[in-house]
Every structure is written in structure tokens, then in C-alpha cells.
């Protein structure tokens, strides 16, 4: 683990706090009109972890008690509180992946909130403007915490939403674990030249192929979140008939049948699924990428059959992202490319020792004290067209901060206009994803697969 001193970490604090004012806490903008909610404590900390069949996997990070971080219920509209408190041996921040909220509590060290050291705590004050499967993950040294367990997931509720016989959650993600159950070398620097490096053990829930119960014949909403550092899933059901209803935490404007999609890195998927009728049917969730297709998890119908029909469930509650205005809209070009420059950065959050990857051709792995200036400068309630090209024989699930997007056309394949923050970029593929800045702030703009992020494919747009 790299080694960092106090020193450095003050300096840091102050570069920050002095660029940005960002020492006073959130409360101060928020109340004292809002009554303050009760925070959820999340302690980030080492732990063991019964994961492999051999034997229990020291080192494991998590937030919480022991096991799988917490999956946080939250409502839609209300203010929501969590305090971070830092008992792992490094600095470490929360970011919340999808959610439109205030620049300040976006989790970014140097750029949005100083990072949070050993033995420190930080206070996220914040209020969901949508509904629907987000996910909570650090972003400082993203690579070792993420891939040693810190992904958790949040799922914001819409009383409008309709409702299900049952809901399932499920975290898939990898493991980099050796055959002693123990972590291996997180990454290989070919590999992260290329797609990544795969992880050795496949979890849902942080189990090998949980099985869950859910009634015959009922109607359950599964809710996916990818939370792998590397890996893309295609994604399929056996044994029952599925809708996919929402991506990436928004309603699809057109619901269609689950045959397979592939989905990466940072993505979401609900899925509204009928269970089979017989009592004892089971229901498989499998990856059918790659060579080896996997069994993720089983669903087992229980009980005298619920009868339902998948054309019962209504639409979800709609979310207030706002329209981008494509007549007005100004197109920003990003193109996500290798790089020969080798000059990795040096970050208190943790860096590969490489740079393969660059965003306009500039390589900047985040989360460094110096960010380089910003992609592009948008307008405070401008609407903007980012024309994203990706010129690379690999694909990337590239990811927006702070804002959602509306996916307008692609060069590869025919696309419903939904509504995201993470885009799966196919290898020469070309995307035009539509957004109103209507959030001020710097807004960090990467690729998910995280190696590619810490190696270059990271950068930011400003919102003033
Ligand atoms: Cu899940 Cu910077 O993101
Ligand atoms: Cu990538």
C-alpha cells in the first residue's frame, strides 16, 4: 500500500479548501429550512470475508459491519444524510454514482471535497432528485478500495413507482483472489492496456451463485447493479420472461423483453420479471460473455402460483432530469484514444505507475492535486451535445458526474433516447449524448473501467 504523509495531506487540504472554500460544512446550505435527517454512519474499514471456498479472504474493504456494504433504501425528494468515518489506513472519500446533487458532495478529492484521511470523517448532506438503482463507491486509490469490496448499492424510491409482489437487489461483481482465497495483484499494466484485468472469483451479493426465493407466478422488480472494476456483462435470464424497465437508474422510454444486454462497468439495469408458475422452478441469471457463460444467481419460485401477467405493471415514476434543448445545443468532441505519453501523475488517491489511456489526447488519471484544465466550460442552463467518439479497439462504459444525458444517435447500432449517466461505447463507435448544465461545478467525465480511468481516460467539465 503506498505510503502517505501527513505533510503532503496538509498541504493538499490546503490547496483545496483555499481554491475552492469548501471548509464549511453542508448543513450550512441546506438548513436550517430542511429538518436535518439522521445520518447513516458508514465506516469505511478492513475487514475478513467468507468469499472463497478455501478460506476467508483477509484485507476485504467494506463500509459497515462485516460483509457486503450496506444497500441504502432512500426516498426521492428527501434529504438524506450519511457521515463517512475513515478507519482504513488511507484517504478515502464517497462518491455517489448517478446522482444529480450538489457539486460539494460529489466525492472527488481535490476537485469537489478534500479527502478524507485516517481517523477523519466527512458529512454527505443531500437530496435526491430521481428515483431509481444508484450505487455508492469511493474515489481515492479507486482501483485497490472498489476492487477489495467498497461498492455499495443505493436504491432511491418513488412512491409512484407500481408495485411488485418482491424486489431483489443484486451487486455482481469480481474478485481478484489466488487459490489460498487471498488477493492477488490487482492489476496487470497489459492488461490495463487493453480491456482489463479480469477478476478470478464472480459474486452476486458477494455470494458464488446465491439463490433467492420470490413467489410463482408473482411479478418481481431485479434490480442490477454492475459494480466490477473491469468486467462487461451480457446479460440473460433463463426460465422466465423479463421487461427491462430501467437503465442506469432512469425509466426506458419504451420497455422491452430481456433477450441479452450487455451492460458495464458503473451501469444498472431493472428488470421487472414474472416468476414461473411451479413451485421449486428456478430461474437463472447468466453472463454469456466471453468463452466461459456463468450462472450469477438462481431465483426459486415459492408458493400456489400468484398468477400475475408482467402487463400489470405501470409505468415508474418519471424523473425530473430536464430536456436538453437540441435545436440551441452546442456540441462538445471527446475522443477517447491510447497514449504513447508515459508520465504517470503521483496521487495521494493511489496511481498505477502508468498512463495508456487519454481524453482529447490527454492523459489525466483523476484525483490528483493539480487537475489539468477542464474538457470544456459549459454554460450554467446551456444545452450541450457531447459528440463522444471512441477510435479504440476496446470498448468503455464512459461516465458523467452530477448530470444525466439523454442518448441521442449512435454511429453503431439503433438507440431508444434514454436517459443515463454511463454510456457502454462499442470499439469505433460514435455518440451523441444531449445535456443541460443545470448543475454548476466541475464534473468529472471517465471511463468506469477503472484501470482505464487511473491510466489516463479521466477528465472534467465545468459547469459556472
Ligand atoms: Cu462511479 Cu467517477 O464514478
Ligand atoms: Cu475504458
Known sequence: MAQFSRR????????????????????????????????????????????????????????????????????????????LENRLDEPTTIHWHGLRIDN???????????YVYTGDGFDYLFTPPDAGTFWY??????????????????????????????????NLRDWRLGGNGQFIEQFKARDAAKA?????????????????????????????????VTRIYSLKLNGAEAHVIAIDGNPVPNRFALDFLMIGPGQRLDLALRMPDTEGTIVELEDIRGS???????????GPSLKRDLRDIGPLGRNPVPEPDLGTAQNIPLVLSATAENAAVDSICGTLGYSFWAINKRPWP??????TAPLAEMKLGKSYVLDVANPTPHIHP????????????????????FVSDTYLILPDEKVQLAVLADNPGDWVFHCHIIEHQKTGMTGYLRVA
Open 196 to 228: 482489463g484485468t479480469y477478476g478470478t472469483l464472480r459474486t452476486a451479493n458477494w455470494q458464488r451463485e446465491p439463490q433467492y426465493d420470490a413467489p410463482a407466478g408473482g411479478l418481481l422488480r431485479l434490480r442490477l447493479v454492475i459494480s466490477d
Open 398 to 417: 464512459i461516465h458523467l458526474h452530477g448530470m444525466s444525458f439523454k442518448v441521442v444517435s449512435s454511429s453503431a447500432r439503433p438507440v431508444q433516447q
Open 8 to 83: 503532503n495531506l496538509l498541504k493538499a487540504s490546503a490547496l483545496v479548501a483555499g481554491a475552492y472554500g469548501l471548509g464549511i460544512g453542508a448543513a450550512a446550505r441546506f438548513g436550517p429550512a430542511f429538518a436535518q435527517p439522521k445520518p447513516v454512519l458508514l465506516e469505511a474499514r478492513s475487514t475478513d470475508a467468507a468469499l472463497a471456498e478455501t478460506a476467508a479472504t483477509r484485507g476485504v474493504m467494506t463500509y459497515g459491519n462485516d460483509g457486503m456494504p450496506p444497500t441504502l433504501r432512500i426516498a426521492k425528494g428527501k434529504p438524506f444524510a450519511a457521515r
Open 137 to 170: 463507491h469511493p474515489h481515492c486509490n479507486t482501483l485497490t478500495q472498489m476492487g477489495r469490496g467498497m461498492t455499495g448499492m443505493l436504491i432511491v424510491e418513488d412512491p409512484d413507482d407500481p408495485v411488485f409482489d418482491a424486489e431483489i437487489a443484486l
Open 104 to 114: 460539494r458532495m460529489d466525492g472527488v478529492p481535490f476537485l469537489t471535497q478534500p
Open 366 to 371: 483523476g484525483d490528483t492535486a493539480d487537475p
Open 292 to 302: 466461459k457463460p456463468k450462472i450469477l444467481a438462481r431465483l426459486r419460485a415459492t
